[in-house]
């Protein structure tokens, strides 16, 4: 009996370790495991695409502004900069005579027509009883997402590329065209710089964009 109970305590002192053994063995088998996994998770072009998209969308479209009215002449407005000329070779203004720095320029049939015919043109009255208009002549539209490169588990470079999407307005601002290739060097560039006009119709641009995935998944990297 004393014998039996001697070879026991045998069969259970060996026994312990080699189920320490073992669950070490797990354990560092599952911690591999869970690592190998989560290294081969990758941003895919599902979850990136509206993350892009959006991006895209947030950014404020360019917009021509002009008012019409009795304006004064100021720094900010001028009824007689690039702008206004444009809009009158295109008969929707009418620019009349100057009148001790005053100019009364007016919207015409025409130009009330088009404006009707576009989406988001914002109007209102400003103190000086002047009608301030406000066209978002294009909006940014995704072309393709060409190549994802994961940096990290949480983080990844997204290489895209992006248009414009211009409407009728966006059309007559267009750099390339001959409404605004009519006017001088000076004029182009101020067109360019500060009314909406520019390059609509080139060919797309390309953009690399870093994201990071957080407890709330994938968002663009803000550092």
Do not use: C
């Not at 591999?32 to 969308?57: G, H, M, W």
């Not at 909006?139 to 990844?156: L, W």
Request: aromatic fraction near 8%; avoid cysteine.
């Amino acid at each position: 009996m004393f014998e039996q109970e001697i070879e026991l305590e045998k069969q259970s002192s060996s026994v312990v370790p080699l189920l320490l053994i073992v669950g070490l063995i797990v354990s560092i088998v599952g911690v591999s495991v869970y690592f190998l996994l989560e290294n081969r998770k990758v941003l895919t072009l599902q979850e990136a695409t509206p993350i892009v998209a959006s991006s895209l969308e947030s950014q404020a479209p360019p917009t021509l502004h002009f008012h019409t009215g009795i304006i004064k002449a100021s720094v900010d407005e001028r009824p007689h900069d690039p702008h206004y000329r444009l809009l009158e070779k295109l008969g929707f203004v009418k620019i009349g005579k100057d009148n001790d720095w005053k100019t009364p320029v007016s919207l015409t049939p025409k130009g009330e027509a088009f404006l009707g015919e576009l989406t988001g043109v914002q109007k209102s009255e400003e103190k000086d009883k002047t009608q301030s208009y406000t066209i978002p002549v294009a909006q940014r539209k995704m072309v393709e997402i060409s190549k994802i490169s994961m940096q990290s588990p949480t983080r990844a470079l997204v290489e895209y590329s992006w248009k414009w999407e211009p409407n009728k307005m966006g059309d007559l601002l267009d750099a390339a065209g001959p409404n605004v290739k009519s006017f001088n060097t000076w004029d182009r560039a101020t067109l360019i710089q500060k009314y909406g006009a520019n390059f609509y119709h080139d060919a797309p641009t390309k953009v690399v964009l870093a994201m990071v995935k957080t407890d709330k998944g994938w968002q663009i990297a803000l550092e």
